[in-house]
């Protein structure tokens, strides 16, 4: 009566142990700097990975405070993945050096910087800040086209393999799911994609510039007059008149992003007004890449279109 529930707790102890501390301690854990990096490696990583954002869809990437909640994580990182690209030129050199964590320093396997793994778009010919939050790497901000996602998508998986040979088999196959749920979804969207290919818009940010790229659509006036300045009222009197002649199909702006100015413009304009989710969480419909990719151009169509 009293030797058998004392092996019986034995044994729930040890199984206890194999269910709670083995498969924790052999996750990987990666720290992404945005959202849509954070996916990417739900994506790619599976179970193997357990993900951290230091940022969600409601947060502008740009302008982040390194606070020590995100030094801790940063320190715990087996890899690190991030826009790169300058992006993050802000915060991230600091989170790097205060973690003092090697596996993720700018030579390390565990440092992978999505935009410089694609070629980017507005490189500049020379470095001129007073025209702006200009970069010298060209725009980072890459996730929205998604021939550049799969090209990442491909060199993230490889570089999970190089950081653990081990399941280098299944990064390749969750790699190659992904392509193929992504393209699945791309197919479904080609209408979409008919009736937005030659549109013009206006834009909040260079944050659309490989999506309009991608649907060979063009920004034919930006609410910002530099990059990373917010629009002065008699700026946007002359945004106004610019648009009654360039006559654009609507104005988008992203989830995180200040809509006092896009609305008012609206309003003088005529124009549809929508606001997309940019990453993923920026609605209720982005819980995925491939849900984000359906959600934005069913919304440029749905509410800029008609
Ligand atoms: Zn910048
Ligand atoms: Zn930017």
Redesign the pocket.
């Known amino acids: 009566m009293n030797r058998l529930p004392r092996k019986m707790s034995q044994l729930l102890l040890v199984l206890a142990f194999f269910v709670v501390a083995l498969p924790a301690s052999a996750k990987l854990n990666a720290f992404a700097c945005e959202p849509e990096w954070a996916e990417l490696v739900r994506e790619i990583g599976g179970d193997k990975y357990r993900v951290f954002s230091a940022t969600n869809a409601f947060q502008n990437p ?1 302008f982040i405070e390194a606070r020590p909640s995100l030094i801790a994580k940063v320190r715990r990182a087996d890899l690190l993945v991030c826009s790169g690209a300058e ?1 993050e030129i802000g915060w991230l050199p600091l989170l790097l050096r205060q973690s003092a964590n090697p596996n993720i320093q700018t030579d390390k396997p565990g440092y992978f910087m999505a935009a410089m793994q694609v070629s980017r778009l507005e490189i500049p010919q020379h470095l001129d800040r007073s025209h702006g ?1 200009i970069h010298a790497d060209g ?3 890459v996730h929205l086209d998604p021939l550049r996602l799969i090209s990442i998508a491909k060199k993230l998986s490889q570089r999970m393999a190089a950081i653990d040979p081990d399941n280098s088999a299944y990064y390749s196959l969750r790699f190659k799911l992904f392509r193929r749920q992504l393209n699945k979804q791309l197919n479904q969207l080609a209408p979409l994609i008919a009736q937005l290919e030659g549109q013009k818009v206006v834009v909040y ?3 659309w510039s490989y999506l309009l790229d991608w649907l060979d659509m063009t920004a034919v006036a930006d609410l910002e007059p530099v ?2 300045v917010a629009p002065s009222s008699s700026y946007l009197v002359k945004l106004l008149k610019q648009i009654r002649q360039q006559k654009p199909a609507f104005i988008m702006v992203a989830a995180y992003q200040d809509q006092k100015a896009a609305k008012w413009l609206a309003k003088k304009s005529g124009l549809p007004l929508v606001v997309l989710p940019y990453t993923i969480g920026g609605n209720d419909s982005s819980n995925n890449l491939v849900e984000l990719f359906a959600d934005t151009l069913e919304q440029m169509v749905q509410q800029g279109l008609n």
């Open positions: 740009h992006l939050d725009n980072p901000h940010h260079k944050s990059p990373g």
